[in-house]
């Protein structure tokens, strides 16, 4: 009988970690490679309410910055500094300088924080191509780094292949601009039913390399078929990319083109959804995600019909087939109680991670940092 394999943990016994001495003065710096997405979702908007946290014996202040600078006197005064996925040769530049010139004078460690699999993208996948090329550069910088952060345990097993000292830090919504919560059954006037989907491009088949015969995508031609066929039925809306395969619909489907991350939540409430949908192919690549999409539906107010997949593990309706994903909207569709029950269900199961402002999550965001280095608050 074959071994069965250990499962790693990544969550640190407050026993074997050294209370910081109080009282505290903590100063985070980070260099962000992506202020449109997930460098602003666990980089930007804890760092903005890091720096209004009020505690007698605790003081923190949280820098971000795009633009590097070599000169180690600028560091000596920070407690760490974090690259948020650099993944190019002039990344690992950086780091090498950082490493060798600014560590040793500075006494600073550098940590690696990162939302993404960056290898293991599947060819069809926009970013395939980019990412493929940098591969060895993701890993040696991921290997020289002091500390990795992730937002998956999956993540997180796939990147200690090159740098074991790595902390799990789910993601979160920032309350002060989602706002509170109205769930959507509540304000339901009747009418169409209407359908959201929500995400970037690299979800879908680009024309480029469909045309030399990659294809791909999160989306199955079942549930393509059954779009095709209720657009008089549903209002399906696709917010910032749709796939190309639908592009002749575009008349009979509302596309909301992609905004900017810190309108990104105010556009998508005023859509006033019903329903959300989130499928995602099984592999590693999405096996490695977070449930970033769960959070903004909730959020939204809105219940979710997710694929059957790592990410969304803690959902309601959970779909192994296009079928089951197309029978689950039905019923959502038709049973308002349905609904409400599923949001709420949906809801519980993300309380507590939901926002960074609750469940104590900005002190748990600083104390996963220290642990990396064996500290805690």
Known sequence: MAKK?????????KSILTQIKKPAFLRFLGFIADTQGCG????IYPYLLLNHIIKKDLRVTATYMANFIPHPEYYKDFTLVQFQRSATDQHYQMFMHFKQKIAPVAKVPIIYEIDDLLINIPEWNYAYEYYKKNENYVKKIIGLADGVVTS???LADVYSEFNKNIVVILNHLPKFIWGDIYPAHEYYQGGKIKILWAGSANHFSIKHLAEKGIHGGDFGDELMNFIRKTTDKYEWIFMGAMPMELENMKNKIKFVPWVDVFNYPRVMKSLEADMGIAP???GIFNESKSNIKQLEFVASGMPGVYSDIYPYKNTTLKCKTDEEIIANIEK??????????????????????????????????????????????
Do not use: C, H
């Open 5 to 13: 394999k250990k499962k790693r943990v990544y969550k640190r016994s």
């Open 332 to 377: 959502l569709a038709d049973d308002i109680d349905f609904r409400a029950k599923v949001f709420e269900s949906d809801y519980r199961a993300v309380k507590n991670q939901l926002f960074w402002e609750d469940n104590n999550n900005l002190m748990k965001y600083i104390d996963s940092y220290l642990s990396l280095f064996g500290k805690r608050l």
């Open 40 to 43: 602003t979702i666990r980089v």
């Open 152 to 154: 998956t345990i999956p």
């Open 280 to 282: 995602l192919v099984p």
